[in-house]
């Protein structure tokens, strides 16, 4: 890389006229990016003043700042092509298409974080069940890492490294991480089955497993989680209950047909008292 640069080098300063017409050019490159980033500039702003007020953009602000994000990111990726081609230098080339490919990476990341509140507010809010939720809540926590991983790996090889062994060591440290974490991923899955099965909701009176000493054995579901699913019993104690443990129990759900409930409360009655009196006042 460095007999090329130096070789280069020499062959544009041993040049005087070669080296005034590729200044030229660059500056040019450079102005027709300024200039197309202050047109984009003009042409977003109006569009944003004539169109602000109506609904969908009133309550779709940020789309504005996406598609103008984007847009100078495009300008930014053309002026970089033009310069790189200009050049013709093969590591330049490959750094320039490994940090384009960063900036894509990031445009589809604000991209998915800008229609996750979109889904969330005017799709998820509609429906009956809470698997979209649950959904969204998994795609919100894991989107990021997902395509900045897939980003990254694309950037190194665009630089011409070998992928192989980070493919090869990320699925080994995915398998360490799996037996590492086994009961958190558990409990995820769980909670996903529970949430797409719906063996109960939130309101419904279920029987309480491993309730504390002397504590109600039955409650109030209050919260379903990805981790764990929260009971509140009758003496007013919430019960944390982990959602790998709830699918390895019977559920009983009081709630599925009527929400009225039989209690059994045992009356003690003297072996000489009135019998058919008493009865009557039970």
Do not use: C
């Not at 229609?115 to 429906?127: G, S």
């Amino acid at each position: 890389m460095e007999t090329y640069f130096k070789r280069y080098y020499d062959q544009i300063f041993s040049d005087p006229q070669q080296l005034l017409n590729l200044t030229i050019r660059v500056l040019a490159i450079l102005v027709a990016a300024a200039i197309g980033w202050w047109i984009f500039n003009v042409i977003t702003k109006k569009i944003r003043n004539k169109y602000h007020d109506r609904p969908f953009f009133k309550n779709n602000d940020h789309l504005f700042f996406l598609v103008k994000r984007a847009g100078h990111y495009s300008i930014l990726a053309l002026a970089g092509i033009w310069l790189v081609n200009l050049f013709k230098a093969p590591f330049v080339e490959r750094i320039f298409f490994a940090f384009l490919i960063i900036l894509l990476t990031s445009i589809a990341n604000s991209i998915v974080n800008s229609f996750l509140p979109y889904l969330e507010h005017n799709i998820a809010v509609k429906t009956k069940t809470a698997v979209d939720n649950v959904i969204l809540d998994l795609f919100k926590k894991f989107s990021g890492i997902i395509i900045y991983t897939i980003g990254g790996i694309m950037a190194l090889d665009a630089m011409g490294f070998n992928i192989m062994p980070f493919v090869a060591g990320a699925g080994v440290a995915g398998i360490a991480i799996g037996f590492a974490a086994k009961d958190t991923l558990s409990n995820l899955i769980a909670g996903v089955l529970l949430i797409i099965d719906r063996p109960f909701e939130v309101g419904d009176r279920i029987e309480v497993w491993s309730a504390p000493k002397n504590a109600a054995t039955w409650g109030d579901v209050i919260h379903i989680g990805l981790r764990a699913t929260k009971i509140r019993t009758t003496d007013n104690i919430v019960i944390i209950i982990p959602n790998n443990e709830i699918m390895k129990r019977d559920i009983i759900n009081y709630t599925t047909v009527t929400k009225e409930i039989r209690v059994r409360i045992p009356i003690g009655i003297a072996y000489d008292a009135d019998i058919k009196k008493a009865k009557e006042l039970i």
